[in-house]
T-cell receptor, first 114, second 110 residues
């Protein structure tokens, strides 16, 4: 069974640009969560989608947005990029029907802002 | 809010046992997880334990849970250099989103 797939693996952007990251969950998983990982802040939750609806949201500004498609694939978008947005962005999927189902992570997209 | 605490570093010699500790505050935690992150990769689910269990063993991994003290540990027997990684403890207490610790960097010396 294929794992969680994130594309692209690496991205370099400049301040002010916008970026879209993609995540394909494990087949059958309907919940997709996004996290930002930095050395200083650790793993921070961005948002979670289930059945094309945002079900949970973390504490990030509106520049960070996401969506989920009917096949459960998800994208996240960051607009007006800032230097502080440089991070590893991780996607995780789970069955999502009830809480406590473990999340399975992709290898992430490394975003560098110049 | 809920909090999960881990020590930042652990250094062991190859062949010894490693014990990584974690404490959490949410008394309604139902599942507790251990993840491993190797350089350049995402988090790999190692094992998880339901809160009504005290112990779970899976090959070289042993998870111990003291629910009264809200303390979770991961023991790795016969630690190898390939076990060098960051280990994350996480708990979920009825939320769809687990709370993660900051991670413990395990360094294994030959």
């Amino acid at each position: 069974k294929a794992g969680v797939t994130q594309t692209p693996r690496y991205l370099i952007k400049t301040r002010g640009q916008q970026v879209t990251l993609s995540c394909s969950p494990i087949s059958g998983h309907r919940s997709v969560s996004w996290y930002q990982q930095t050395p200083g802040q650790g793993l921070q939750f961005l948002f979670e989608y289930f059945s094309e609806t945002q079900r949970n949201k973390g504490n990030f500004p509106g520049r960070f947005s996401g969506r989920q498609f009917s096949n459960s694939r998800s994208e996240m978008n960051v607009s007006t990029l800032e230097l502080g947005d440089s991070a590893l962005y991780l996607c995780a999927s789970s069955l999502g029907r009830d809480s406590n189902q473990p999340q399975h992570f992709g290898d992430g997209t490394r975003l560098s802002i110049l | 809010g809920e909090d999960v605490e881990q020590s930042l570093f652990l250094s062991v010699r190859e062949g010894d046992s490693s014990v990584i500790n974690c404490t959490y505050t949410d008394s309604s935690s139902t599942y507790l997880y251990w993840y491993k992150q190797e350089p350049g990769a995402g988090l790999q689910l190692l094992t998880y334990i339901f809160s009504n269990m005290d112990m779970k063993q899976d090959q070289r991994l042993t998870v111990l849970l003291n629910k009264k003290d809200k303390h979770l540990s991961l023991r790795i027997a016969d630690t190898q250099t390939g076990d060098s990684a960051i280990y994350f403890c996480a708990e979920s207490g009825g939320s769809y989103i687990p709370t993660f610790g900051r991670g413990t960097s395990l360094i294994v010396h030959p």
